[in-house]
């Protein structure tokens, strides 16, 4: 599965950036998608997980980013989205979208491409 992770950039804290996971080779609404973080020096993060597009079940925020993003899926243009409000200095790291082709969260960090920085910074 090849994942592709956008929308990144340089952001003023209090902020909203929306980042897009694609992928050229594989339909999204067949696996549970999430969201990693990484910074350098730092363990990743799960920050968010959502199902496979056939189950409407809740979709998982770790503490750190509940209330301020959102997680949705667009099964007409192949995509996942994270959308980030109200950004904090600590948010800034790389963005990883992942799957390990399961259809429900928990997901492992199997299947992962190129992640998008965000820096959150005045």
């Known amino acids: 599965v090849q994942l592709q992770a956008s929308g990144g950039g340089l952001v003023q804290p209090g902020g909203s950036l929306r980042l897009s996971c694609a992928s050229p080779?594989?339909?999204?609404?067949?696996?549970?998608i999430a969201w990693f973080r990484q910074e350098p020096g730092k363990d990743r993060e799960v920050v968010s997980c959502?199902?496979?597009?056939?189950?409407?079940?809740?979709?998982y925020y770790s503490d750190s980013v509940k209330g301020r993003f959102t997680i949705s899926r667009d099964g007409a243009k192949n995509l996942v989205y994270l959308h980030m409000d109200n950004l904090k200095p600590e948010d800034t790291a790389v963005y990883h979208c992942?799957?390990?082709?399961?259809?429900?969260?928990?997901?492992?960090?199997?299947?992962w491409g190129q992640g998008t920085q965000v820096t959150v910074s005045s």
């Open positions: 992942a799957t390990d082709r399961t259809v429900t969260c928990p997901v492992d960090y199997k299947y």
């Open positions: 080779t594989n339909t999204l609404d067949y696996y549970a």
């Open positions: 959502i199902n496979y597009g056939y189950e409407t079940g809740a979709p």
